[in-house]
């Protein structure tokens, strides 16, 4: 199993600022993903960051708005970018472990204002 | 395109009412499906995996079995505490380990 932490769990944020999430796991691992779940809705995928390279984006989500640093096997951060009520949603990222089993962050509940 | 869909959206029982949810899949080959329960303010909690049609795995009052173009999660005399809202997603055949999911169906068990 893993266990991951994020921070901060909440924050309310004025329009056009941005927010750094950032993502703690207990053991080293090759892939984090990071998602976004809007109100209601299920799990979109945002990222996969990968140690040492630079992060694959989805399809509607681009490094501009979502730029991602993987410094080592065990920690992440996602910003959230020149940010609008839009992107008012929970963030959460995962890892996969040898088992092929994703583990999930609490995830980070954000408001803009 | 990959798609997952699952179904009732909602569902309400009462407890000791056995159901059954529902994930339909459409992919171009799969290599694993899973199954997360998610309690309101927390992340997917992991149930299940399953990778070949057939395959069934339990746990407690979980029962999730996989056919070549669905997969049910079956609830056996379920309690207040199983509820939640349950997420299917599929894996695919060369897809590394990317995960898609479904949107969900939020069960309420009613004492």
């Known amino acids: 199993s893993a266990v991951i932490s994020q921070k901060p769990s909440r924050d309310i944020c004025q329009r056009g600022t941005s927010l750094t999430i950032q993502c703690q796991v207990d053991?080293?691992?090759?892939?984090m993903f990071w998602y976004r779940q809007q109100p209601g809705q299920s799990l979109t995928l945002i990222a996969t960051?990968?140690?040492?390279?630079?992060?694959?984006?989805e399809s509607g989500f681009v490094i501009d708005k979502f730029p991602i640093s993987r410094p080592n096997l065990t920690f992440s951060t996602l910003t959230v970018s020149n940010m609008s009520p839009e992107d008012s949603s929970i963030y959460l990222c995962?890892?996969?472990?040898?088992?092929?089993?994703?583990?999930f962050g609490a995830g980070t509940r954000l408001s803009v204002l | 395109e990959d798609q997952v869909t699952q179904s009732p959206e909602a569902l309400r029982l009462q407890e000791g009412e056995s159901s059954s949810l529902n994930c339909s899949y459409t992919?171009?080959?799969?290599?694993?499906l899973f199954w997360y329960r998610q309690d309101p303010g927390k992340g997917p909690e992991f149930l299940f995996t399953?990778?070949?049609a057939g395959e069934e795995k339990e746990k407690e009052r979980l029962k999730a079995t996989l056919t070549k173009k669905e997969s049910f999660l079956h609830i056996t005399a379920p309690k207040p505490e199983d509820s939640a809202t349950y997420l299917c997603?599929?894996?695919?055949?060369?897809?590394?380990?990317?995960?898609?999911f479904g949107t969900g169906t939020k069960l309420q068990v009613i004492p």
């Open positions: 053991s080293q691992v090759t892939m």
């Open positions: 960051a990968n140690q040492g390279s630079e992060a694959t984006y």
């Open positions: 995962s890892v996969v472990v040898p088992e092929n089993i994703q583990y």
């Open positions: 997603a599929v894996q695919i055949l060369g897809g590394y380990q990317k995960v898609t």
């Open positions: 399953l990778y070949s």
């Open positions: 992919v171009s080959g799969l290599r694993g």
